[in-house]
């Protein structure tokens, strides 16, 4: 089974930019699509960007224009730049598959936006 791992969360004030990357244990090339999720306190975890193989991207409605997910098969590791980060946006964050089935969850990063 892959291990994942996320890293790359922070406290970041309102407007600021993270990167978070997302290390898996072993190859991610074979898997159709990798995503990135975030659960907020008393909230359900929701997908908020994905990825294929082939490098088509898609991205909920919230982070739509400030949020680029990108992977690197060569590295095994999936990325996703936040920009122009809101409060709303604290939470933490994960990655795993975005279909067909779901890998072990890691740890998360956590990512706090606040003045």
């Known amino acids: 089974q892959v291990q994942l791992v996320e890293s790359g969360g922070g406290l970041v004030q309102p407007g600021g930019s993270l990167r978070l990357s997302c290390v898996a244990s072993r190859s991610i090339s074979s898997i159709f699509a990798m995503g990135w999720y975030r659960q907020a306190p008393g909230k359900q975890r929701e997908l908020v960007a994905s990825?294929?193989?082939?490098?088509?991207?898609h991205y909920a409605d919230g982070v739509k224009g400030r949020f680029a997910i990108s992977r690197d098969n060569a590295k095994n590791t999936v990325y996703l730049q936040m920009n122009s980060l809101k409060p709303e946006d604290t939470a933490v964050y994960y990655c795993?598959?975005?279909?067909?089935?779901?890998?072990?969850w890691g740890q998360g990063t956590q990512v706090t936006v606040s003045s």
């Open positions: 990825i294929t193989r082939g490098g088509m991207t």
């Open positions: 795993n598959k975005a279909a067909y089935g779901s890998l072990d």
